[in-house]
């Protein structure tokens, strides 16, 4: 049974930075490509970051240059560093496998307002 466990989110003041975790069990975790997704109310989920099993990452253009994904296969953990945090980055973000995502887990509600 797939389980993804997010932490990290909480609130913070523009300009801020937050470091958002996933913990994974129930999938070969070392040869999937793992991703951060968030969904902003009214809005549709969207893919922010991914990294292959290697390490080689992609990101969406909003968050380019201010968010890092990192991972390690040790400890079934992927990370999102986010820096310089703007209000539009406010949504629930969740982790989960890509391009073809398994169940979903809770997420972690991250809040960016002054």
């Known amino acids: 049974q797939v389980q993804l466990v997010e932490s990290g989110g909480g609130l913070v003041q523009p300009g801020g930075s937050l470091r958002l975790s996933c913990a994974a069990s129930?999938?070969?975790?070392?040869?999937?490509?793992m991703g951060w997704y968030r969904q902003a109310p009214g809005k549709q989920r969207e893919l922010v970051a991914d990294i292959t099993s290697g390490g080689r990452t992609n990101y969406a253009d909003s968050v380019k240059g201010r968010f890092t994904i990192s991972r390690d296969n040790a400890k079934n953990t992927v990370y999102l560093q986010m820096n310089s945090l703007k209000p539009e980055d406010t949504a629930v973000y969740y982790c989960?496998?890509?391009?073809?995502?398994?169940?979903w887990g809770q997420g972690t509600q991250v809040t960016v307002s002054s």
């Open positions: 129930g999938i070969n975790f070392s040869i999937n490509i």
């Open positions: 989960n496998t890509t391009p073809r995502p398994r169940s």
